[in-house]
């Protein structure tokens, strides 16, 4: 019985959603990989919501097939409950009739099996696309690294010529994704590239104090010190992103 | 033979236990174990896991990054902001990380502060690392607070650290942030650690609303240890998960001992950690709500017992701490309790010196049981 309603759920939540994006059309920007999804949106978000987007981000667990239409509708989970679930699925419903729909999406996507990126990627189509780090984080499910890896070229495959793919330089098999897709790439990292890498952020930081750290981040075009604070290099990893997005989302305007 | 164990005693709560078990119509107030199980959002996490595999094997020594990154994003939630690489460890249970604290921040022959009365084990811990425990009295007639003047005086140069529970158990008293960075003044003056063991957080009554943390302050971020387990938050006393946070410096240290100890903590268990982090939050409400009433409960059946029985109205955890009025002895008026009306209560000496001549009453327990053993009492006390 759990199964055929979480199967109804799923199909039934991604029909509704993939309407009202059609109906919407808001610019999706997406944040994968095996670590520091949570920092990565909360910096986006704090980024563009100081330049006063209209946006909506999905809540840490909503990332996965029925969280992510969830949180796409501004909905709630029922959980394990039948009953929580009916009120819900009306609202869905109901969501197709909203006008009021945020500009921006910025959704965390989560993977912890085969297959999990091709069924989210057919739900959204971001426009710009991060990938915050490959480790053996949830590797369980997955037969090897290869296989984990797997799912990441699916995703950076799918991002359309036309869309912006982030990606952390200082992971290897990171790097190489780069390769399988057509999207304009902005690599990131805090480790120096030899020989220099074009359109390249590169951060670093200079001091840890008891509130927070000192970065210094190069691009192409100018160094900038930022203080943040946080502890913790995922932070700096963060800024850098938060940064890029940003940059991108400016000149879009 | 037996050199560094020869003076350890097994807490006195297990010890009223174990002898409370004799008896089959008992009924405990002893234990500080939550009459819940452990939620069912817990359990399908755990179930997940289990069915991917991923439990058999050890974690890094810190924990699952997936977990600590969790801790982390909890811990901003109450403006404290460490670091999960670096800054988090996850323990078998608050007892383990506050034994690998004690172990890493104190040689053999330094003294720990501790107020009294305050948590049972603490002492014995002091005592397995070849220090000694030096306790400071609370005042009573003022709801248990602290009395920073009499902090200074125990201070010798041998003090390394001092170790509270805030909330106190067994008293329930809240350490307010004027009280406790007054605390911190005297850590920074004299370079002392402040080891802070905050379990029984999430259980605050009345109108605070959270616990003021002397982790939250940067400035003395490389000075305070911050322990948390899951056992009482989430009811998961038997998964022995917890953790505990500070500044790089001083976890790195920590956690050569921590891997000396448990190598990692139970993996399932900080599965289980992930599950109450992710989705946990309205059971620790509903939990709340529960002892909030039980603690009506158990105050309101003490007083009818006002002739024998003097107490504090707790502000949080879920333990009462009544001065029993014309005895000074609480072994034996727990063992008398035990022996005569099979209620089994914690006498106060095992919380220091300052805690005899009270009992400790854990209102963990079900509304039913409680009721029960007030039954009980009230026979003893020939009502």
Same mark, same amino acid.
């Given at each position: ?7 109804f759920?799923k199909y039934?939540? =991604?029909?509704i ?5 059609l109906?919407?059309r808001?610019?999706i ?5 095996s ?6 949106k909360?910096?986006i978000k704090?980024?563009l919501?100081?330049a006063h987007?209209?946006?909506r981000?999905?809540p840490?667990n909503?990332n996965?097939?029925i969280g992510?239409p969830l949180?796409?509708?501004n909905?709630?989970s ?7 679930w009916?009120p819900?699925i ?8 909203k006008? =009021? ?6 959704l ?6 085969r297959?999990d ?7 959204v189509r971001p =426009?710009?696309a991060i990938?915050?780090d490959i ?5 369980e ?9 797997g799912?990441y ?9 036309n869309?912006?793919l982030i990606?952390n330089y200082?992971?290897q098999?990171?790097k190489?994704l780069a390769?399988?897709?057509k ?6 990292g805090l480790?120096k590239?030899?020989p ?12 840890k104090?008891?509130?927070?750290q000192?970065?210094i981040?190069?691009n192409?075009?100018e ?5 943040i604070n946080?502890f913790g ?10 940064l890029i997005?940003k940059k991108?989302i400016l000149n879009l305007k | 033979?037996f050199?560094?164990v ?5 807490s006195?709560i297990k ?5 409370a078990a ?9 234990q500080?174990i939550?009459?819940?199980?452990t939620?069912a ?5 755990v ?7 991923a ?7 810190p ?6 990154e969790?801790i982390e994003?909890s811990?901003?939630k109450e403006?404290m902001?460490y670091d999960?690489?670096?800054?988090i460890?996850a323990?078998a249970?608050?007892i383990?990380g506050?034994t690998?604290?004690?172990l890493a ?5 330094d ?10 084990s ?11 425990p ?8 003022? %709801? ?6 009499k902090f ?5 140069p &041998?003090?390394?650290a001092?170790?509270f529970?805030?909330?106190?158990n067994?008293t329930? /008293?809240i ?5 406790? /960075?007054?605390?911190?003044?005297l850590? &920074?003056?004299h370079?002392?650690?402040?080891i802070?063991?905050e379990v029984y ?7 605070s609303?959270?616990?003021f ?8 971020r490389?000075?305070?240890?911050r322990v ?6 989430h009811?998961m006393? %038997? ?7 500070s500044?790089?410096s001083?976890? &790195?240290?920590i956690l050569?001992?921590?891997d000396?100890?448990? /190598?990692c903590a ?5 599965y289980a950690?992930?599950g109450?982090?992710?989705? %946990?939050?309205?059971d620790?409400?509903?939990f709340?709500?529960h002892y ?5 409960l158990?105050c309101s059946r003490?007083?009818k017992l ?12 879920y333990?009462v701490?009544p001065?029993?009025?014309?005895n000074?002895d609480?072994v034996a008026l727990?063992?008398e309790?035990?022996d005569?009306?099979?209620?089994a ?9 300052n %805690?005899e ?6 209102f963990?327990? /079900? ?6 053993a007030?039954?009980?009492?009230? &026979?003893?006390?020939?009502?």
């Amino acid at each position: 019985m759990k199964m055929i309603l979480k199967q109804f759920l799923k199909y039934y939540l =991604k029909f509704i959603t993939k309407i009202v994006l059609l109906i919407h059309r808001p610019l999706i920007i997406s944040v994968t990989g095996s670590t520091n999804e949570f920092f990565v949106k909360n910096e986006i978000k704090r980024h563009l919501e100081e330049a006063h987007y209209d946006l909506r981000s999905n809540p840490k667990n909503f990332n996965t097939e029925i969280g992510l239409p969830l949180a796409i509708l501004n909905l709630s989970s029922g959980y394990n409950s039948y009953k929580n679930w009916l009120p819900i699925i009306w609202q869905a419903f109901m969501s197709l009739f909203k006008l =009021k729909f945020p500009k921006i999406l910025v959704l965390g996507l989560g993977i912890d099996k085969r297959g999990d990126m091709k069924y989210l990627m057919s739900l959204v189509r971001p =426009k710009i696309a991060i990938i915050t780090d490959i480790t053996q984080r949830y590797i369980e499910s997955f037969s090897d690294m290869d296989d984990l890896v797997g799912e990441y070229k699916r995703f950076v495959e799918l991002i359309g010529e036309n869309g912006y793919l982030i990606l952390n330089y200082d992971n290897q098999r990171i790097k190489k994704l780069a390769e399988f897709t057509k999207a304009d790439i902005i690599p990131f990292g805090l480790e120096k590239k030899a020989p220099s890498l074009d359109n390249y952020w590169l951060g670093g930081v200079t001091e840890k104090t008891i509130n927070g750290q000192t970065v210094i981040v190069t691009n192409d075009k100018e160094t900038k010190q930022y203080s943040i604070n946080r502890f913790g290099e995922h932070h700096v990893y963060a800024l850098l992103i938060g940064l890029i997005v940003k940059k991108i989302i400016l000149n879009l305007k | 033979m037996f050199n560094r164990v020869k003076n350890l005693q097994l807490s006195v709560i297990k010890q009223m236990e174990i002898r409370a078990a004799k008896y089959p119509d008992v009924i405990s107030l002893a234990q500080g174990i939550p009459s819940f199980d452990t939620p069912a959002c817990i359990k399908r996490r755990v179930e997940r896991a289990l069915r991917a595999g991923a439990v058999a094997k050890y974690s890094l020594s810190p924990g699952l990054p997936e977990l600590r990154e969790m801790i982390e994003i909890s811990l901003a939630k109450e403006n404290m902001f460490y670091d999960w690489q670096k800054e988090i460890i996850a323990t078998a249970g608050s007892i383990e990380g506050i034994t690998a604290s004690v172990l890493a921040v104190s040689d053999p022959g330094d003294e720990i502060i501790l107020p009294s009365p305050t948590y049972v084990s603490y002492k014995e811990v002091i005592n397995l690392a070849g220090c000694t425990p030096i306790f400071v009295p609370l005042n009573e007639d003022k %709801g248990w607070s602290f009395e920073l003047d009499k902090f200074e005086k125990a201070i010798t140069p &041998k003090t390394k650290a001092i170790l509270f529970c805030n909330p106190n158990n067994p008293t329930g /008293t809240i350490y307010d942030r004027e009280q406790l /960075t007054g605390l911190a003044e005297l850590a &920074k003056k004299h370079n002392l650690f402040i080891i802070s063991d905050e379990v029984y957080k999430d259980f605050i009554y009345g109108s605070s609303e959270k616990i003021f943390s002397l982790a939250e302050l940067p400035e003395i971020r490389a000075r305070v240890i911050r322990v948390f387990s899951f056992s009482k938050s989430h009811a998961m006393t %038997g998964w022995r998960i917890g953790f505990i946070h500070s500044d790089e410096s001083v976890i &790195k240290e920590i956690l050569k001992v921590h891997d000396c100890l448990v /190598t990692c903590a139970p993996v399932i268990s900080q599965y289980a950690a992930m599950g109450a982090l992710e989705m %946990g939050e309205g059971d620790v409400a509903n939990f709340k709500k529960h002892y909030n009433r039980r603690r009506s409960l158990i105050c309101s059946r003490l007083d009818k017992l006002n002739k024998y029985l003097h107490y504090i109205k707790p502000n949080s955890a879920y333990f009462v701490f009544p001065k029993i009025l014309n005895n000074s002895d609480s072994v034996a008026l727990a063992l008398e309790l035990l022996d005569k009306v099979q209620v089994a209560v914690v006498p106060g000496i095992a919380f220091g010196p300052n %805690g005899e001549g009270h009992i400790r009453l854990s209102f963990g327990r /079900t509304e039913a049981h409680i009721n029960i053993a007030f039954d009980r009492l009230e &026979k003893f006390f020939g009502l």
